[in-house]
């Protein structure tokens, strides 16, 4: 493949509810490889707590040269410095994110339920789509492989396609996705998420070196 694309690293963090334990592995795991971006997911409802953890780990990223996305919420992105949005589906959310954040920040979209929400949604402001859910269960590693690879033939709007095992990164790394996510489970390797993250890194760079 002369046109292959070695994509980057996304991250998908577990739900967490402070971030002082969080944020030494982040930027550990920022170290290790060619990481884009960080999706930061809360265990918390509070709103408060949830601007307190943004504001404490967006230096943490943005300093290692990655984004710091939020989940659905526009209104903390803006508020809290985060670079942008994360929304599940084609709804209010999702309209108000595009409305009130583009084009100073980030939007994304996911679980999106067939190919025609797909397309619905690349007709749009979006600056990517998510093929696999943030936890594991969902679509098996097949299925994001097949709709991803569809996504990256036909559109150019950039995807990102969601791993939740070390075995689908490498597969993943050929299928045309601009992003590989990293799920919550790799910040559970007993290794650290650091050495999951160089580990993905490398399957990468075997996929860009058989290409």
């Given at each position: 493949?002369t046109d292959f694309q070695k994509?980057?690293?996304?991250?998908?963090?577990?739900?967490?509810?402070?971030?002082?334990?969080?944020?030494?592995?982040?930027?550990?795991?920022?170290?290790?490889?060619?990481?884009?971006?960080?999706?930061?997911?809360?265990?918390?409802?509070?709103?408060?707590?949830?601007?307190?953890?943004?504001?404490?780990?967006?230096?943490?990223?943005?300093?290692?040269?990655?984004?710091?996305?939020?989940?659905?919420?526009?209104?903390?992105?803006?508020?809290?410095?985060?670079?942008?949005?994360?929304?599940?589906?084609?709804?209010?959310?999702?309209?108000?994110?595009?409305?009130?954040?583009?084009?100073?920040?980030?939007?994304?979209?996911?679980?999106?339920?067939?190919?025609?929400?797909a397309m619905r949604a690349g007709?749009?402001?979006?600056?990517?789509?998510?093929?696999?859910?943030?936890?594991?269960?969902?679509?098996?590693?097949?299925?994001?492989?097949?709709?991803?690879?569809?996504?990256?033939?036909?559109?150019?709007?950039?995807?990102?396609?969601?791993?939740?095992?070390?075995?689908?990164?490498?597969?993943?790394?050929?299928?045309?996705?601009?992003?590989?996510?990293?799920?919550?489970?790799?910040?559970?390797?007993?290794?650290?998420?650091?050495?999951?993250?160089?580990?993905?890194?490398?399957?990468?760079?075997?996929?860009?070196?058989?290409a």
């Amino acid at each position: 493949m002369t046109d292959f694309q070695k994509p980057r690293l996304y991250l998908i963090t577990p739900p967490v509810a402070e971030a002082e334990t969080l944020a030494p592995a982040l930027k550990a795991a920022l170290g290790a490889g060619d990481v884009a971006c960080v999706l930061l997911r809360f265990s918390t409802p509070d709103e408060g707590a949830r601007k307190k953890i943004v504001k404490a780990l967006a230096p943490v990223v943005q300093g290692g040269g990655a984004a710091l996305l939020v989940p659905d919420d526009a209104l903390l992105a803006a508020r809290a410095g985060a670079d942008g949005v994360h929304v599940e589906g084609l709804g209010e959310n999702f309209s108000a994110a595009l409305e009130s954040l583009k084009p100073e920040r980030i939007v994304g979209v996911g679980a999106l339920a067939d190919r025609d929400e797909a397309m619905r949604a690349g007709e749009s402001d979006v600056d990517y789509l998510m093929f696999g859910g943030p936890e594991p269960g969902g679509d098996s590693a097949a299925t994001i492989l097949e709709r991803v690879s569809w996504w990256a033939e036909l559109f150019n709007v950039p995807c990102v396609a969601v791993a939740h095992r070390p075995e689908d990164v490498e597969a993943l790394a050929g299928s045309g996705a601009e992003f590989v996510a990293l799920g919550p489970d790799f910040f559970a390797d007993a290794r650290g998420i650091a050495e999951a993250v160089a580990q993905a890194q490398a399957a990468l760079d075997r996929a860009e070196a058989q290409a």
